[in-house]
């Protein structure tokens, strides 16, 4: 199994951004995905997650600015980021856990990509 992100970067107040995540190893059917991000001297926190039956979840700060989305031909999981804000500055991880008797247990027990990094700046 592996997950490699990409698309993080530099951007500035109210920019735009896309993160992707290419798996494999697995397939999207039977696993819940996720994102997640860490700023230094912060925990890390769930951003947002597709649980593979067709629903999401995002975290209060991000809701109506984040959008998690999948394209299951090409095995990539995506974040669009839009009106970004400097606390939106960290790592990206995403991540992957089977679904177990209907749902998603911790992504501590699934598998990590090694993260792409988002700076926000004013």
């Known amino acids: 199994v592996q997950l490699v992100e990409s698309g993080g970067g530099s951007v500035q107040v109210g920019g735009s951004l896309r993160v992707s995540c290419a798996y494999s190893g697995f397939t999207y059917r039977g696993y819940c995905m996720g994102w997640f991000r860490q700023a230094p001297g912060k925990e890390r926190e769930r951003v947002a997650s597709d649980a593979s039956d067709g629903s999401t979840s995002y975290a209060d700060s991000v809701k109506g600015r984040f959008t998690i989305s999948k394209d299951n031909a090409k095995n990539t999981l995506y974040l669009q980021m839009n009106s970004l804000k400097p606390e939106d500055t960290a790592m990206y991880y995403c991540?992957?856990?089977?679904?177990?008797?209907?749902?998603?247990?911790?992504?501590?027990?699934?598998?990590w990509g090694q993260g792409t990094q988002v700076t926000v700046s004013s």
């Open positions: 991540a992957a856990v089977r679904r177990w008797n209907g749902y998603c247990p911790s992504y501590n027990s699934g598998y």
